[in-house]
């Protein structure tokens, strides 16, 4: 099946980029060893009061679950601080790069990219609200247009097709990441109005970004399970010496360690690729008022946007430039 991307060059800007891999790894390690110590606190309290209660065993397994819970709370509270530093930095350098500019190295392309963001978002809040809209946009579009039941109809085999679904889905994970990249790239001044225009640049091509992104999938997920296999030896040797903690937590925290290292490493590969293939074969194109009307009739939050993009700036919003214009 042929691709509309190069892993040369998608790992060409991952070299470019050490630095703010490296930024990223320093997030998700941190993010896993709060886990780590937050569910072995709960896990050592928990150990304490089963004994009281004659179930030690029980008592720590719980108490490391209610330990994963709390730190699962908190990673919910920062994952505005993630979005705005960590991946929409990111995709800045890699928007200038893929635009042949010059971007500094070690820690100063991380202010580099700060200072991006900030150019485009002046608060972490804007850009947030705007990333769960066009998330919800593309769920409601993919769950109509994207359905293997609809492109392949296999009766009485629902079990294929939800699994078949499942992998659509998890193949299209970055494609608001990729959206984000296209503001980048326009130097948009109207937020809403030019994820207006890229979402039906997405949607009147969607059977390419499929096409894809399901190879990708297989690619990145196949990677992660990887990682998930070559953690999960150590893991359970670092839950042994939380109290009564083994069984479920193993496989938790082993999890939990694959999902660090897939979001730190091995997720930029999957989103600079697709941020390819949408420059590619968009390129050229303006928005098909067809697919516009589509996308309004299948998800309310577009109409949203749509209104916020109408609304920005007191007035009508400008269309975002072409992006093969480039810069």
Do not use: C
Request: net charge positive; charged share 15%; glycine share 12%.
């Amino acid at each position: 099946m042929n691709k509309d991307f190069s892993f040369g060059k998608v790992l060409g800007l991952m070299r470019q980029t050490a630095p703010f891999l490296v930024f990223r790894f320093l997030i998700y390690f941190g993010i896993t060893v709060g886990f780590v110590l937050i569910t072995g606190t709960g896990a050592g309290i928990g150990y304490g009061m089963g004994r009281i209660a004659d179930n030690a065993a029980a008592g720590g397994m719980w108490g490391g679950l209610i330990g994963f819970g709390i730190a699962g709370a908190v990673m919910y509270l920062i994952r505005e601080y993630l979005l705005y530093i960590v991946k929409a930095g990111h995709i800045a350098v890699l928007v200038e790069l893929a635009d042949g500019n010059e971007i500094p190295g070690g820690k100063n392309q991380i202010d580099y990219a700060r200072g991006k963001v900030q150019e485009r978002f002046a608060e972490s809040s804007v850009l947030f609200g705007l990333d769960q809209l066009i998330k919800g946009i593309l769920r409601a579009f993919n769950r109509v247009f994207l359905s293997i039941a609809t492109l392949i109809p296999v009766p009485g085999a629902k079990g294929l097709v939800r699994f078949l679904n499942t992998i659509i889905n998890l193949s299209l994970t970055y494609l608001d990441e990729v959206i984000l990249a296209y503001l980048m790239k326009t130097r948009a001044t109207n937020p809403w109005k030019s994820s207006q225009t890229a979402l039906i640049l997405y949607a009147q091509n969607y059977q390419s970004f499929l096409k894809n992104a399901v190879w990708l999938a297989f690619f990145i997920w196949g990677l992660t399970f990887l990682v998930f296999l070559l953690v999960l030896g150590p893991v359970a040797l670092l839950v042994g010496l939380f109290p009564g903690a083994a069984g479920p937590l193993t496989l938790v925290l082993a999890l939990v360690f694959a999902w660090g290292i897939k979001q730190a490493v091995i997720e930029p590969i999957g989103m600079t690729a697709l941020m390819q293939v949408f420059f590619k074969v968009t390129e050229g194109q303006t928005p098909n008022p067809e697919w516009e009307a589509k996308l309004d009739n299948v998800s309310g939050k577009f109409r949203e946007l749509k209104s916020k993009a109408s609304a920005w700036g007191g007035g009508a919003a400008p269309d975002a430039p072409d992006p093969a214009s480039g810069s």
